[in-house]
């Protein structure tokens, strides 16, 4: 019995800051011995940061970690694996270059083991000395898989295992996790999919904005729980409501859209997405981490094609090859990432000027007057602070931000894609920008934005296209986009259904959609 | 997470270190004028004008060479190939001197110049080859070729054409060189074209940032084509007026040149990783190596001395530079 009270792992006040951004707070961690455990929160609430601590690959600034009952910090994930914790991450974690068997050698992986795993995951006649990067992305999470459980860890830590399986492997990994508790084995399991937490998860800890806010059992209506305690207090939440939503309301509605997109397909993340972007709008896109949103902006902005689907540019089909392609046609993209989009070392004029040299026929003399006064009035509507110095790397992370947008305000904008372009930046400026592209959309544009705060939705955005698993889920109204039901829509939970309704749902384990897929 | 994040730019030093960041061509003039007076204090009475001269006219296809650095340089390239096609234009030329003539030597060594630079830059443009391994594969081919030429056309003398002969070492008045006749529209059109066209812009962002310059619509292949033909064309000039000034057109002739070239840029400031840099500062670092070349010849250093000394100017200023324009 004494087993029994004492705790598997157990993580006190976990606190974690990079230089100015709080990753980690105070975040508690306890695993008991024999449950499957979740780890659940909204983008950005430090479930990575918190596990990259426990298995030693960052260090904590301060916290407490214990593990079986001694207190212990891992400084690599060698150590941690001794020490019995062994995780499964979100990339392939075997070296492409080398065999199969080669890289079992590597980790020291027991063979006999290893297959034994292998088959209970439903991967048969596996060729040892294949190389890894020939190997399709599903059978190397498997094998990421097996390998970890090959060695017996005490605690097994498996980060968004799911995401990339189709659905018969997904089943047998979860009957793998399930029957994997018991005795004094753990797993901390983290997926996106609430589905398959209801299905197998004993209990759920649940972090926001770096902190533990609390752990859930795992029973009926435990999902409505764990979403509200991952939105937090909604009534400080609300936003100011202003007339502009009005002047949104008030758009003719319009015969053809200015951006079609028609069953959209990219690689094994991007499913079927469709959607219409018309001009006087501002389409919010919502979606947890890495449900194909990165690739539906790289295709919609000409970096990368799609697998299958069409897009459409005022009712007429189009193909963008290049960036320049979707820019021509007046397409513009305001990447997430600054250090995507600055020339660090050169001048805001420079970067706010560059579409303006990047065709072979603009290569010619720059008219500095006309440069000036076009620069100037997008450092005007934007609201640049350039006091900073000469070199764009000077500015703060607001005014960078700007600069990328102003590089295509300076042109007049038709059709504007921004990837959760406030990520990172001061409340400020994130006003300033929630402003411009109202206006924008006011003027006439058409703009598609993701976010990954959800409060941004409603400030920002007259419709929604929530993503899931590389498919629309849901089309929210502006009126009703508040964070609960965005968040709902986001883990694909019926929205505004009653509580019982949603757990018959959830206990069903992977229903007919799952399978489907 | 919440919305207090601040993000800081980055700090950057003030004073000295501020100015060898932002103008380099400052510090590293300084530099070249203590190096000419330590020249007028060992060498009492050499320094004058007609010394300035000489250096001068020995520098100019240093530094046109260099030019091709810092142009390829500013897009985090290099252009090893230089100086074998600077030879191969200046060995064609004389060798074409005596038939065809001179007009026609000139035409087919430019268009040789530009086809060598041609296949530069598709391989680092198109096939997205290296830099280094691509100019100095092209480089080994045009050496080969040059080389296949001189074996074909075993014909008498290879003669420098007294044009290039007059333009490469003589002096108007005993004074100024002829070469700068072509050195200065040169230096100013690359000075002009890297500030103020569209072209000179690209090669400025494909150098600091390409994802940046292809997201903003940039078909960088395009540049760097566009480019390494020009560096081929600057680096077949600069062949012709070393051949003038030598009086010497042999398929090696500027062979010794390629790691100066390389020197001088890096000297003027211009970063090996891109984005950063002029031609202004390269012109300079082009004298600096050529009077310390001139003052070690005058105190009868041999060789090796002048290499080591090289190398640890390069290793000290890069040393410099990198520590200034680092973000701390």
């Known amino acids: 019995m004494t087993l029994r009270t004492q705790l598997l792992l157990e993580a006190t006040d976990v606190a974690k800051t990079y230089g100015a951004v709080v990753a980690l707070r105070s975040a508690s961690l306890a695993v008991r011995p024999g449950e499957v455990h979740a780890l659940m929160g909204a983008n950005g609430a430090g479930k990575s940061t918190l596990v990259k601590i426990l298995t030693g690959a960052v260090r904590p600034d301060s916290g407490r970690i214990v593990v079986g009952g001694r207190e212990r910090m891992a400084h690599s994930p060698a150590e941690a694996r001794r020490g019995g914790v062994v995780s499964v991450y979100q990339e392939p974690a075997l070296i492409p270059d080398l065999d199969v068997r080669s890289n079992l050698r590597l980790t020291k992986t027991p063979e006999e083991s290893f297959r034994h795993w292998l088959a209970e995951l439903g991967i048969e006649n596996l060729d040892f000395s294949e190389l890894a990067r020939v190997l399709p992305l599903a059978t190397l999470r498997i094998i990421d898989l097996a390998r970890a459980l090959a060695i017996e860890p005490d605690v097994l830590m498996l980060d968004e295992m799911t995401a990339a399986l189709p659905a018969n492997l997904t089943e047998r990994v979860l009957a793998v996790v399930d029957g994997h508790r018991g005795a004094d084995r753990s797993v901390i399991f983290i997926s996106h999919r609430m589905i398959e937490i209801a299905a197998v998860c004993d209990r759920a800890t649940v972090l926001r904005e770096g902190t533990t806010v609390g752990v859930v059992d795992m029973t009926d209506g435990a999902e409505e729980r764990i979403v509200e305690l991952m939105i937090g207090d909604v009534a400080e939440a609300v936003p100011p409501r202003t007339a502009r939503r009005d002047a949104g309301a008030a758009r003719p509605p319009e015969a053809t859209p200015r951006l079609t997109a028609r069953s959209l397909s990219a690689k094994h993340k991007l499913r079927d997405v469709s959607f219409e972007l018309h001009r006087g709008e501002v389409l919010g896109v919502v979606a947890l981490e890495g449900q194909g949103q990165d690739e539906l902006f790289e295709i919609l902005s000409g970096s990368e094609r799609p697998d299958g689907g069409e897009m459409l540019l005022d009712g007429a089909p189009v193909t963008f090859h290049h960036p320049a392609d979707a820019i021509r046609a007046g397409v513009v993209y305001v990447a997430a990432d600054r250090a995507d989009a600055l020339l660090m070392q050169r001048s805001i004029t420079e970067n706010i000027a560059l579409p303006l040299t990047s065709r072979i026929r603009q290569w010619g003399w720059i008219n500095l007057v006309a440069e000036r006064t076009r620069v100037d009035a997008a450092v005007e509507a934007l609201q640049i602070d350039a006091r900073a110095g000469g070199e764009v790397r000077q500015l703060s992370g607001g005014n960078q931000q700007k600069v990328t947008i102003a590089r295509w305000v300076a042109g007049g904008v038709q059709t504007m894609l921004c990837f959760d372009p406030t990520r990172g930046i001061d409340i400020r400026t994130k006003s300033q920008i929630y402003l411009l592209l109202r206006d924008l959309a006011d003027a006439g544009a058409a703009v598609l934005f993701y976010t990954s705060e959800l409060k941004e939705i409603q400030l920002v955005c007259d419709r929604t296209i929530v993503i899931f698993g590389g498919r629309v889920v849901a089309e929210i109204d502006a009126a009703d986009s508040d964070e609960p039901t965005l968040l709902r829509a986001a883990y694909d939970l019926p929205s505004d259904a009653p509580a019982d309704t949603v757990t018959d749902v959830a206990v069903a384990g992977p229903t007919t959609r799952e399978r489907s897929t | ?328």
């Open chain 2, 1 to 328: 997470m919440t919305s207090s994040i601040s993000t800081r730019g980055a700090r950057i030093p003030g004073g000295w270190s501020r100015l060898l960041r932002e103008q380099p061509v400052v510090p590293i003039s300084a530099l070249l004028i203590v190096i000419v007076v330590i020249y007028a204090l060992v060498r009492p009475g050499v320094v004058n004008a007609d010394w300035a001269g000489v250096i001068l006219r020995a520098a100019v296809p240093l530094a046109i060479l260099a030019g091709c650095q810092t142009l390829t340089m500013l897009t985090g390239g290099i252009d090893l190939s230089v100086c074998a096609v600077a030879s191969m234009a200046g060995f064609m030329v004389a060798s074409l001197l005596h038939g065809p003539g001179f007009e026609i030597g000139i035409a087919v060594a430019l268009t040789a110049a530009a086809l060598a630079g041609l296949l530069t830059g598709i391989g680092v443009g198109i096939f997205r080859v290296h830099p280094l391994i691509m100019s100095l594969g092209v480089s080994f081919v045009v050496l080969g070729l040059a080389n296949a030429w001189q074996i074909l056309t075993v014909q008498s003398s290879t003669g420098v054409p007294p044009v290039l002969r007059t333009i490469g070492s003589e002096r108007l008045g005993e004074l100024l060189p002829y070469s700068l006749v072509v050195f200065i529209p040169l230096t100013a059109l690359i000075l002009i074209g890297l500030r103020r066209t569209g072209f000179g812009r690209m090669l400025f962002a494909i150098g600091d940032n390409p994802t940046a310059a292809r997201l903003s619509g940039a078909r960088s292949w395009q540049v760097l084509i566009t480019l390494y033909v020009l560096s081929a064309l600057m680096a077949a000039l600069a062949g012709l007026l070393l051949s003038g000034l030598t009086n010497v057109a042999s398929v090696t002739l500027a062979d010794s040149l390629v790691l100066p070239s390389v020197a001088a840029a890096v000297i003027g400031g211009t970063s090996i990783f891109g984005g950063r840099g002029g031609f202004g500062g390269t012109i300079v670092g082009a004298l600096i190596l050529t009077v310390i070349s001139a003052l070690l010849t005058a105190l009868g250093f041999p060789e090796a001395v002048r290499q080591i000394l090289f190398g640890s100017i390069i290793v000290v200023v890069a040393a410099a530079y990198t520590r200034v324009t680092s973000v701390s």
